[in-house]
């Protein structure tokens, strides 16, 4: 289950890059996003919005894979002898 959700937030992560980095300028009419100018607003914005989701996906995705979800209940309490 675990990794049906990393590959859900890796292929939307993607998604917005290739649409902002890619499809945007060519759209816009120019080479790349930072030959932008007569905006800079705009090119800063999604700047910030990119490191935010960066940073967003990348704590999703190593919380998914890495949290501990604590003592699993039934056998293992019963070894250890509590009730």
């Given at each position: 289950?675990?990794?049906?959700a990393i590959?859900?937030?890796?292929?939307?992560?993607?998604?917005?890059?290739?649409?902002?980095?890619?499809?945007?300028?060519?759209?816009?009419?120019?080479?790349?996003l930072y030959?932008?100018?007569?905006?800079?607003?705009?090119?800063?914005?999604?700047?910030?919005?990119?490191?935010?989701?960066?940073?967003?996906?990348?704590?999703?995705?190593?919380?998914?894979?890495?949290?501990?979800?604590?003592?699993?209940?039934?056998?293992?309490?019963?070894?250890?002898?509590?009730?």
């Amino acid at each position: 289950m675990s990794w049906i959700a990393i590959g859900i937030l890796s292929t939307v992560y993607m998604f917005m890059l290739a649409y902002i980095y890619v499809y945007l300028p060519f759209e816009i009419g120019v080479p790349t996003l930072y030959d932008y100018h007569k905006d800079p607003d705009i090119v800063q914005g999604l700047t910030i919005f990119l490191i935010m989701l960066s940073v967003f996906m990348f704590t999703a995705i190593f919380r998914i894979l890495f949290y501990n979800k604590g003592p699993k209940r039934g056998k293992n309490l019963e070894a250890r002898g509590s009730s």
